[in-house]
């Protein structure tokens, strides 16, 4: 299995609402990670989890929060968020977060989040 | 500063014609460097991924270069089809403090015509 899935595929919230968005892997991968894309450009990672640890955290504003209950699930938890949050989010597995240096991303096919 | 730029920002081409894109970057000291493809509004799918001793590498229609001296890469697409349709992301990896880190180019939008 070498696939990354990630649910809802499209989620509608308001700007009071919390949500989850959720990703999950079966590949053994030790690391997994968050990106925000909005339209006509590149991903810009979020966060990075390492083992089940919050490794990288790109100056995230605190209304998105992350979780890994395991190694096969990772989580996004939103509350509060603004218009401008409105984007792709992707998830992403990785066999490890960079210690070997030649390591492949797989990504999931994301989730349209429109915030009004 | 590292950076990876890429061109063109979008291209248009006929079914069955070939193309080039461009990927050059400032990131040292360099690790490795890969290619993705990614549909509209789907995640980005590895393509090729080469390494600093590597030249050249092919997957099916697509070959990526690479020239470590001069800082470049290039993926030329063969005999293009429509569902060659998609975004074209250029990412490059490089090593500090112990860890390896990758910045993402801004993409090539490439619409193949019928």
């Known amino acids: 299995d070498t696939e990354v899935t990630q649910t809802p595929k499209h989620l509608v919230m308001g700007m009071t609402n919390k949500k989850s968005l959720k990703c999950e892997q079966h590949?053994?991968?030790?690391?997994m990670y968050w990106y925000k894309q909005k339209a006509k450009k590149p991903p810009e990672l979020m966060f990075v989890?390492?083992?089940?640890?919050?490794?990288i955290n790109e100056s995230v504003p605190s209304r998105f929060s992350p979780e890994c209950p395991n190694s096969s699930l990772l989580n996004l938890h939103l509350h509060a968020l603004q218009p401008e949050d409105s984007a792709l989010y992707l998830c992403a597995s990785s066999q490890d977060s960079g210690t070997s240096g030649y390591f492949e991303q797989f990504f999931g096919p994301g989730t349209r989040l429109t915030v009004l | 500063k590292n950076q990876v730029e890429q061109s063109p920002q979008s291209l248009i081409i006929l079914e069955g014609k070939n193309c080039t894109l461009q990927?050059?970057?400032?990131?040292?000291?360099?690790?490795?460097l890969r290619w993705y493809k990614q549909d509209t509004g789907r995640g980005p799918v590895s393509l090729t991924i080469?390494?600093?001793?590597?030249n050249t590498k092919s997957n099916g229609r697509y070959t990526a270069t690479l020239d470590a001296d001069t800082k470049q890469s290039s993926l030329h697409i063969t005999a293009s089809q429509l569902s060659d349709s998609a975004s074209y992301i250029c990412v490059v990896s490089w090593r500090t403090s112990g860890t390896y880190k990758y910045i993402f180019g801004t993409g090539t939008r490439l619409k193949v015509l019928a």
């Open positions: 989890y390492s083992y089940e640890k919050l490794s």
């Open positions: 990927c050059n970057y400032t990131v040292s000291p360099f690790s490795n």
């Open positions: 080469m390494t600093f001793s590597e």
């Open positions: 590949m053994g991968h030790r690391a």
